[in-house]
């Protein structure tokens, strides 16, 4: 005995429900990979082909676009900076200094930094650039 049933079964595959959640998760990796910036002080680097990923061992010395100067994340005046940058290297005296000047900064800026840098001792030098994409 057979019971039969005015019931039939629903074969519909209803995919609002998927593509609100791909727009969801698409808007989360959107937020989230705006957030994975460069952190510290803001400074607009200029670009290079033959770019080199930063070590741990090197000092940074970023001069923003209004001449602040930062001594690996630290503000200090440009009359500081030969001090602290001396007692830096008194320590490792071998360590690479890492100027990040921002494009829109002066050349004759940047120069007078890179000469408080050697008159406190540093011996290498290299200037920061933001990898051409």
Do not use: C, W
């Not at 959640?21 to 510290?40: A, D, E, N, W, Y």
């Not at 070590?55 to 200090?76: C, G, W």
């Not at 005296?93 to 890492?98: A, D, I």
């Amino acid at each position: 005995m057979k019971i039969r049933t005015n019931k039939k079964r629903i074969v519909l595959f209803s995919a609002i429900s998927l593509t609100d959640i791909v727009l969801l998760l698409l808007i989360f990796f959107m937020l989230t990979s705006s957030f994975v910036v460069q952190p510290g002080i803001k400074v607009k680097l200029p670009k290079a082909i033959s770019g080199e990923q930063a070590e741990s061992d090197r000092i940074y010395i970023t001069v923003a676009k209004n001449e602040q100067v930062f001594l690996n994340q630290r503000q200090v005046n440009q009359a500081e900076l030969g001090q602290q940058l001396r007692q830096t290297l008194s320590e490792h005296p071998e360590r690479l200094v890492v100027i990040r000047a921002d494009k829109d900064l002066s050349l004759d800026a940047t120069i007078r930094i890179i000469d408080i840098a050697k008159l406190a001792g540093a011996e290498r030098f290299m200037i920061a650039t933001a990898p051409n994409v």
